[in-house]
C-alpha cells in the first residue's frame, strides 16, 4: 500500500526544511505527521500512542533548536516515531522494526539526529547531561542539549540521579517532561500524585505566575542592576519553590505546566528557554494517543496494537482453524493465581509491566497480593528480597533485558543473602521486532555465575506451571530463575496438574544412535522438529531436554558424553558464558572429549525482525539445527529404515 504524507510534510526531509515554515503552518504539519503516523502505524505495525502524543513536541523541538548540532535525546524511544520522520527517514518509515529496516527506537548508528541510543527507559538525562558537560569543556557555548522524558521514565531511580547531578554541574541543560501520566500502563505511586498536584493546583500556579509577572513591572530604580534583580528573582521564586516545588528544590529552574499540544505555544516557550542558561526543567502536559480517540480512550491496550482499521478502530487478529496455545506470559498470569490460591506466601512483584507480564490478571484478583512498582526494577528486586526475610515467596517478574538493569541488587541483595526470590525473566531471548535493546540474550551467562542461584528455563507451558510450582516450595531455599520466551508455547491443552521437579533435572525426551541434542528452554522444540525431520533420513539423534543451566543434571550428561562422540546444544541465549559453555565446563571437569557443536545467540548485536527471522539468522532455529546434525555426522551417517 502506497501512503503519501500530507503536502506540508512531502516537504520535511530534513530539520532545515521544516524551520523554513512560517509558525502559524506548524499546526498543520503537527495534524499531517499524526496522520502520517497512523496511517503507517495501522498498516505496518509498531509502537502507537506514545509518539502520537509528542507530535507537537516533536516539531517544537526541531523547530527551535539547531539540531543534530544541538543534542536531542528521547526517553523512551518508542516516542521517536515523528522525530524519524522529520529527520529525514519519512520514505522509508514503512520499514520501521521491519527485519533490515530502520529501528523502533533512535540508534546512532542509524542517523547523526539520533544522539544516543534509547530502548529502555531513563537514561536521558544523565546521557544529555554528560553531552551538555562536554559541550561546556569545550568551549561549545553555543551548543544545547536537551533529554525528553515521559511515558513514566521519570519514576526511575536513574532519572532522579541524573537530576541531582544536573542542579549542581551548572551545564546547559533543558529537561522536558512529557507529562502524561503513563508508562504502558498507568503511572504509579508518589511521584504520580506529585505531578498531579502541581499540575492542579491553582493557587501555587497563580502565585507562582503572578510574582514572576510582577518581578518585570517592580519599580526598583536606576541603582538596582541587572545582577541584583536577579537576585532578587532567586530569592522570590525560592520562598515559592524550595517548599512546594521538587524539582527546584534540586537546584532545576521549573517551567510549566504547560498545554503539550499547543505548537505555537511551545515554540514560544522553548525559544525562550534556549536563552537561559542553566540546567532547567519543562513541564507539559500531553495526551498519550492524542489524535486517535480509541487511543486516547484506552492507552495500554492502543500502546503497541498491532494491524489495525484506522476508520474503525478494528485490530486485526490472526485467525487460526484450530486450538491455539497460549502465550507463555499469560501462562504465568494465570499459574501464580493458581499457586496464590493455594499457598497465602505467594506474592507478584513487577516494575511497570503488569499487563505485558500478565500479572494484571492477578493483580484485578488479588490486589493485596501483587503489585507493579513503576520503572523501577532495582526497587523490585530488593523489594522482592525485603519480602522474602519474611518468609514470603515472592514471583518478581522482569523482561530479561530490564533484569540487567537490577544485576547488583541480584548480587547483593538476594543472592549472597541466599533468599529464595523467584525470579521469572519473560522475554527470554530473541524477541524480535523490539530489537537488540530488548533481546533476552544475556541472563543465562549473568545468572549462572552467581553462587547459590537456580537457572531454569521450560520447554512448554506444563514445564513453566512445574517449574513455577517447584520454586515456590517451602524445601525451595535458593534464589530460583524461570526464564521464557515472548509469545506462544507449543501446548493447546496447557493446564496440567502441577508436578514438583528435583531442581538440577532434566529429562531424556528420545533415546538416539547417532548424535546427542541437548536443548535448554523453548528452542528444545526447534531440536524436536528437526529430529523428526532427520528421522526420515534415516539419522537418529538423541534428545535431553536439560531444563536447568545450573545446578546441571550431572547424570544425564555423565550419559550423554559416554553414549555419544558428538554432541550439540541449543538455546536461546548468547553462546558466551551460557548453557553450552556449561556443559563444556562440566566436560573439562571430567575430562570427556566429544565433539560439541554450540547453537545460540551468536556473540553479535542481533538486530530486529520477527522472531523467525531472528532464529534463522542467530542460527538455532529447526533448518540450523539439521545442518548442524549433518556437519557433525559427515560420512558417518548410515542410512537404515527407521518405520
Not at 541531582?164 to 541543560?173: E, P, S
Not at 541480584?410 to 535493546?437: K, N, S, Y
Request: a neutral charge; proline letters at 5%; charged letters at 25%.
Amino acid at each position: 500500500m502506497d501512503i503519501q504524507a500530507g503536502p506540508l510534510l512531502q516537504t520535511i526531509n530534513s530539520p532545515g526544511d521544516l524551520k523554513k515554515l512560517k509558525r502559524k503552518e506548524l499546526h498543520q504539519l503537527s495534524d499531517e505527521l499524526r496522520q502520517y503516523i497512523i496511517d503507517i502505524v495501522s498498516v505496518h505495525g509498531g509502537h502507537f500512542a506514545a509518539s502520537l502524543g509528542v507530535v507537537e513536541l516533536t516539531v517544537a523541538l526541531h523547530y527551535v533548536f539547531n539540531t543534530p548540532y544541538d543534542q536531542l535525546v528521547w526517553d523512551v524511544g518508542h516516542q521517536a516515531y515523528g522525530h524519524k520522520i522529520l529527520t529525514g527517514r519519512r520514505d522509508n518509515f514503512y520499514t520501521n522494526r521491519k527485519y533490515k529496516g530502520i529501528s523502533g527506537f533512535p540508534k546512532r548508528t542509524e542517523s547523526e539526529y539520533d544522539s544516543f541510543g534509547v530502548g529502555h527507559s531513563s537514561t536521558s538525562i544523565s546521557a544529555a547531561l554528560g553531552m551538555a558537560m562536554a559541550a561546556k569543556y569545550k568551549g561549545e557555548k553555543d551548543r544545547k542539549a536537551i533529554a525528553v522524558i515521559g511515558d513514566g521514565a521519570l519514576t526511575a531511580g536513574l532519572a532522579f540521579e541524573g537530576m541531582n547531578h544536573a542542579g549542581a554541574a551548572n551545564t546547559d541543560l533543558l529537561i522536558v517532561l512529557n507529562d502524561n501520566c503513563m508508562s504502558i500502563d498507568p503511572n504509579v505511586g508518589a511521584l504520580k500524585e506529585y505531578l498531579t498536584d502541581i499540575t492542579t493546583s491553582h493557587t501555587y500556579n497563580k502565585l507562582k505566575d503572578d510574582i514572576w509577572k510582577a518581578l518585570g513591572k517592580l519599580p526598583l530604580g536606576k541603582n538596582f542592576t541587572r545582577e541584583m534583580a536577579s537576585k532578587l528573582e532567586h530569592s522570590i521564586k525560592g520562598f515559592i519553590n524550595k517548599n512546594s516545588n521538587l524539582f527546584e528544590a534540586l537546584n532545576l529552574r521549573y517551567f510549566g505546566p504547560i498545554d503539550g499540544h499547543n505548537v505555537t505555544k511551545l515554540v514560544d516557550t522553548l525559544k525562550d528557554l534556549k536563552n537561559i542558561p542553566g540546567p532547567k526543567i519543562l513541564h507539559i502536559l500531553t495526551v498519550k494517543g492524542k489524535g486517535f480517540s480509541l487511543a486516547e480512550k484506552d492507552q495500554t491496550k492502543w500502546h503497541a496494537p498491532g494491524l489495525f482499521d484506522k476508520i474503525t478502530g478494528e485490530i486485526y487478529k490472526k485467525k487460526y482453524e484450530l486450538p491455539q496455545p497460549p502465550k507463555y506470559q499469560d501462562v504465568f498470569g494465570h499459574t501464580i493465581i493458581e499457586l496464590a490460591e493455594k499457598n497465602e506466601k505467594v506474592f507478584g512483584i513487577t516494575p511497570a509491566m503488569p499487563s505485558g507480564s500478565s500479572l494484571k490478571f492477578m493483580m484485578d484478583k488479588m490486589p493485596d497480593r501483587a503489585f507493579d512498582v513503576g520503572i523501577c526494577e532495582q526497587h523490585a528486586v530488593t523489594l522482592s528480597a525485603g519480602m522474602a526475610t519474611q518468609g514470603l515467596k515472592v514471583f518478581c517478574n522482569i523482561y530479561s533485558s530490564f533484569m540487567q538493569r537490577a544485576y547488583d541488587q541480584v548480587v547483593h541483595d538476594v543472592a549472597i543473602q541466599d533468599l529464595p526470590v523467584i525470579f521469572c525473566l519473560d522475554r527470554a531471548g530473541l524477541v524480535g521486532e523490539d530489537g537488540p535493546t530488548h533481546h533476552g540474550a544475556y541472563d543465562i551467562p549473568y545468572m549462572r555465575c552467581i553462587p547459590n542461584m537456580v537457572v531454569s528455563a521450560p520447554m512448554n507451558e506444563s514445564e513453566l506451571r512445574n517449574l513455577m510450582y517447584t520454586a515456590q516450595l517451602e524445601t525451595t531455599q535458593h534464589p530460583f530463575v524461570i526464564r521464557y520466551p515472548r509469545g506462544e508455547g507449543v501446548m493447546p491443552e496447557w493446564r496440567t496438574p502441577f508436578q514438583e521437579i528435583s531442581i538440577g533435572s532434566g529429562r531424556k525426551l528420545k533415546e538416539g544412535r547417532d548424535i546427542g541434542i541437548l536443548s535448554f528452554g523453548h528452542p528444545g522444540n526447534f531440536a524436536a522438529a528437526a529430529i523428526r525431520e532427520l528421522r526420515t533420513e534415516g539419522v537418529d539423534p538423541a534428545h535431553y531436554d536439560m531444563r536447568f543451566a545450573k545446578p546441571l543434571d550431572e547424570a544425564l550428561l555423565h550419559e550423554a558424553c559416554k553414549k555419544y562422540g558428538k554432541l550439540i546444544t541449543v538455546e536461546d541465549g548468547t553462546v558466551v558464558g551460557g548453557f553450552g559453555s556449561a556443559v563444556l565446563e562440566f566436560m573439562a571437569g571430567n575430562k570427556y572429549t566429544n565433539e560439541v557443536m554450540i547453537l545460540g545467540i551468536p556473540d553479535e548485536v542481533i538486530e530486529h525482525g520477527t522472531p523467525k527471522e531472528l532464529h534463522k539468522q542467530a542460527g538455532y532455529d529447526t533448518t540450523a539445527i539439521v545442518k548442524a546434525v549433518k556437519q557433525l555426522m559427515k560420512d558417518e551417517v548410515v542410512v537404515v529404515s527407521l518405520g
